[in-house]
């Protein structure tokens, strides 16, 4: 059976980040695993992996827009929450 491409292929949301890795030291990262077979390459061809995330404040305030609203009928509250991109 011939494999079927996936209808929407994953392309990811955020551009890819490029910085350079830095060490416990400070000093830019040009080997990930020396003395177990890494090889020596160009800091600037090391993807950072010091992604902002969870620990940005500003990124996670202004990752989604929160709408609510709030109706009483009779003895119910009809609460309506929008969360959006």
């Given amino acids: 059976m011939p494999a079927v491409p996936h209808?929407?292929?994953h392309t990811p949301p955020f551009p890819p980040i490029k910085g350079v890795e830095r060490g416990r030291d400070g000093s830019a990262i040009t080997n990930v695993a020396p003395g177990k077979g890494g090889v020596e390459r160009d800091p600037q061809a090391?993807?950072?992996?010091?992604f902002p995330g969870a620990a940005n404040n500003?990124?996670?305030q202004n990752s989604l827009t929160l709408k609510t609203s709030a109706l009483r009928e009779g003895s119910c509250i009809l609460v309506t929450v929008s969360l959006q991109r």
């Fill in 58 to 60: 500003e990124l996670l």
């Fill in 46 to 50: 090391i993807h950072a992996h010091t």
């Fill in 7 to 9: 209808p929407r292929p």
